[in-house]
């Protein structure tokens, strides 16, 4: 079954996609927001933001609530379902879902996300937000004053090592190789800073839990075994776009990432990429709404023009 009537289909209800609705809605255009899993994206996942302007301290769930409430008050329509491809007829972009019923419109705003590379290890999942975090802007704050462990050797690692050697009272960065792939100003400026200690060619092994929280993190450095004192580990290995749907349109960058211009539009025409999913340095939660909303403001005046 094919359906046509949407101006613009958001794709991927977390605060960037969520904004956008917002937006347009309130600009007057028919939009369909779809969404494959729980609506607040990654946002539900942060225990508790404080640097969201407007709220001193919030949970994450309580803001995906809130701006959920405000999407569905608008009258947005939601659709809860896997979007399973998007290719294009002309100017036409065909949504296929899961159960293989197709959506129609000339608009998409991809809002999709990425998610934090996990490093697979059995307590990993149970000790999120009990010492194991994927953002340090969000959550360093909880270990001011603590001894905290960073894992990984790229620009984020190092970056986050260091904002965070700010606030805690040691950092230890663990990184498998002995080279760092992270910009060299970045390694040269992490070497000055007393309170990081540096660990190469270590892999961690363990996340040793006390009282239902982290407590130790278990490495291997070439085959010794040492258990270092952390009720932070911040894991920094990456990230995987969701954008595996997108392959047909041709947006992607080597990495999945999907460039844009300042106005948020892809290579193609129509189709749009906010928040995570783009390709970027930035990703907190007031850029993922930023993004959301220049991409429906943009559209919404090439269409009433
Ligand atoms: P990244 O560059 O892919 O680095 C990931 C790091 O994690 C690498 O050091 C990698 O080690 C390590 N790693 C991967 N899998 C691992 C595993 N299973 N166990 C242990 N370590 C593992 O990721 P990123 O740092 O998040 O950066 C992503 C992109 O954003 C990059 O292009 C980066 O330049 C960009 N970025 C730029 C800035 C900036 O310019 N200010 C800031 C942040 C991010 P190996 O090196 O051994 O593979």
Redesign the pocket.
Known sequence: MKENNYDVVVIGAGVAGMTSAIYLKRAGLNCLLIEGETPGGQVTKTITITNYPGFKSITGAELATKVLSQVKELGVDILYQKVENVKLDQDMKIITLDDQKEIVTKNVIIATGRNP?K??LPNEEKLAGRGVSYCATCDGALFKGEEVVV???????L?EAIYLSSLCKKVTLI???D?????SY?QEELRYIDNIEIITNA??TELIETDGKLSHVRINKENRVENIKASGCFI????IPQTDYFSYLGIRNE?GFIPTNANMETTVKGVYAVGDVREK?VCQIVTATSDGAIAAIHLSKALND
């Open positions: 590379k490093l697979g894992i990984g050797g790229g620009d984020t690692a970056e990184h498998r190789r080279e760092f792939r992270a910009k970045l892999n961690v920094f290995i990456g990230y990495q340095e």
